[in-house]
């Protein structure tokens, strides 16, 4: 079809606003702090909030308008969960959602350079670049709007940090008039800047020249060894060292800071405060998914998700930020409170399940009672984040949020403080800060 007229036609106007997503979402080689909850799923598909941790990036990508195709990269085996997940949101959210396998782990640029093809189709205007271990109120159409304004290769999100806590993350120095990154480095080892990068991104197709330049630089160099000694092979590109420190300053990176809710996902205990704040929003974007309190239903206080195929007995008492997933059975008057119980697990009567993952499956007995301990950000600190956090400390074990791995069987009248247990474990006595392989 032709266009005769000076004007563009409506279908040029459509081929010019088309977007795409790439989320990225790692592999089983990471995710180790994430054990042992990561044997069982992984890691971008854990429940956070009652949902798979990467559904809420794609429910955001999808409200953007002229979105055309959300794709996924990582070095994840094509599994049965993963397949049965892809299904599922390209139904829902009637967007193409296609999962790209690295043939090896290519870092956090390498896997966009390698499936250029596939992100270039069809030529959109730009493309999003999530990593999956990231949990936000994902601001995408105003950096959209931002990059309309004024375009450039690469725009960053970013937020800010405190002075202690931004050395555990890329920091950015911008010019705070035209937000042009001048200068970038990732885990500084003193102080650069309070202004640290979220992981989200907004690329032109011309941000891919970069990575190509790294990738032929690399290929002239043989194998290159980087700062943990490890070799890394031609194809593995990593965005923030390779691309974002060489380029800052030269009129290509600009940053769009966002003052909403982020966090990484690290952890279990990430994972169960990023829970709380995702539960915080749905109170604006899915007010549907909370649970309400209504007569001969259990007390809920704060927010709380149940899924529809659970059954909770009415005198149990829930929340603030609880999480319940499908088939969970609640006995009469349990207390929940700030914690996920995931798919299949039973809690008996009177039991009492505090700052703790309970795994898939898993049995807690009648008046047992299972604790963690938070290792939440400082509360008196608005840019305080979580902690980069550390199970050991002088050879002992840190105070925690506890885990309990799948199928685990508690007895009646037992408590589990601060402990680890590795899936499949019948415990027979208490346990307090240890990990029970």
């Avoid at 798979?52 to 055309?68: D, S």
């Avoid at 050879?395 to 508690?410: E, F, H, N, Y």
Wanted: with cysteine.
């Amino acid at each position: 079809m032709q266009c005769w007229s000076h004007k563009p036609c409506i279908r040029e106007v459509a081929i010019a606003a088309m977007l795409k997503a790439v989320i990225l979402i790692g592999g089983p080689q990471k995710g180790t702090r994430f054990r042992p909850l990561s044997f069982e799923v992984p890691k971008p598909l854990f429940p956070v909030a009652g949902v798979p941790m990467i559904q809420h990036h794609i429910e955001a990508c999808a409200q953007v308008p002229g979105m055309q195709e959300i794709l996924l990269i990582g070095f994840y085996q094509p599994d049965e969960p993963l397949t049965r997940f892809l299904e599922a949101a390209q139904q829902e959210f009637n967007l193409p959602v296609r999962y790209l396998q690295e043939f090896a782990p290519l870092g956090t640029g390498g896997g966009l350079y390698h499936f250029r093809d596939q992100i270039l189709a069809g030529g959109p205007e730009a493309f999003f670049v999530l990593n999956a271990d990231v949990c936000s109120d994902f601001p995408l159409s105003a950096m959209l709007a931002a990059h309309r304004h004024q375009p450039h290769p690469f725009l960053l999100l970013g937020t800010t940090a405190n002075r202690t806590q931004s050395l555990n993350y890329g920091c950015i120095v911008e010019n705070p008039q035209t937000h042009e990154v001048l200068h970038y480095v990732e885990k500084p080892s003193t102080f650069v800047s309070d202004i640290i990068n979220c992981g989200i991104y907004l690329f032109s197709p011309e941000a891919l020249k970069p990575l190509r330049d790294v990738f032929q630089r690399n290929q002239q160099n043989g194998q290159l060894e980087d700062s943990s000694g490890l070799w890394r092979g031609a194809g593995t590109i990593r965005l923030e060292q390779d691309v974002f420190a060489a380029l800052a300053g030269q009129g290509q990176i600009y940053v769009h800071l966002n003052d909403g809710i982020w966090s990484q996902i690290k952890s279990a205990g990430s994972a169960l405060y990023a829970s709380r704040l995702y539960l915080g929003q749905y109170q604006l974007t899915h007010p549907e998914r909370l649970a309400k309190h209504s007569p001969g239903g259990p007390r809920i206080r704060g927010n709380v998700y149940i899924h529809p195929t659970a059954k909770v007995a009415p005198s149990a008492v829930l929340g603030p930020n609880v999480s319940i997933g499908e088939g969970v059975t609640v006995g009469e008057g349990v207390r929940l409170r700030e914690s996920i119980v995931l798919h299949g697990a039973t809690l008996q009567e009177h039991t009492c399940v505090l700052h703790s993952i309970v795994g898939w499956g898993s049995m807690v007995g009648r008046w047992s009672r299972v604790e963690g301990t938070p290792n939440d950000p400082n509360p008196n600190d608005p840019r305080a984040h979580m902690d980069s956090e550390s199970l050991f400390k002088d050879g002992k074990l840190l105070p925690a949020i506890t885990i309990l791995g799948c199928r685990v069987r508690i007895p009646a009248e037992v408590l589990i403080l601060n402990s680890i247990v590795l899936p499949h474990k019948e415990l027979s006595r208490s346990f307090t800060n240890q990990i029970i392989l």
